[in-house]
């Protein structure tokens, strides 16, 4: 195999690592998220034998609801982990409009739901999806640094003589 000829800029790393903040969300999902969080009851309005009765098989239909929504997102976090890795690391436009999309689509919609209930996690998935954002941030200083590097004047000529 062979390496990439582009090293890893910070866009290509801050993406990386949103990916990886995805991926542990969908694992978090799978595996340790209970099937209703006090915020859940609270924003439902459920009463306290509300919950008792209809709890056992509510519960046991989320743990599958909740399994499902972290394999997506553990498939998400390790496809952006990906892109960063390759296309996005070489700035094919491509990578970029998929990485946005796939950005928005996943951690931005995540997070604007949490602020819009209320959640006791919207802050942290604010700032997870700061990192998203903050990769995109970033190409394009690299973006603007490259070009005004490609149009400044080259002040040598070839043999490295002032012109």
Request: aromatic share 12%; hydrophobic share 55%.
């Amino acid at each position: 195999m062979t390496s990439l000829a582009k090293p890893w800029s910070p866009s290509s790393i801050l993406l990386a690592l949103g990916g990886a903040i995805v991926a542990g969300i969908g694992v978090y999902f799978i595996f340790l998220r209970p099937s209703l969080l006090a915020e859940d009851i609270r924003y439902i309005g459920l009463s306290a034998a509300e919950v008792a009765e209809t709890g056992p098989r509510l519960g046991a239909w989320l743990t599958q609801v909740f399994r499902v929504l972290g394999g997506y997102a553990l498939a998400t976090g390790f496809l952006t982990l990906a892109l960063a890795a390759t296309s996005f690391r070489e700035r094919r436009p491509i990578a970029v409009v998929g990485a946005f999309i796939g950005g928005a689509a996943s951690i931005g919609l995540m997070t604007v739901v949490n602020f819009a209930i209320g959640s006791d996690f919207k802050w942290l998935l604010f700032g997870c999806a700061s990192v998203w954002a903050l990769s995109f941030v970033a190409f394009w200083a690299e973006a603007a640094v490259a070009r005004s590097g490609a149009h400044s004047p080259n002040l040598t000529n070839h043999k490295g003589s002032e012109t």
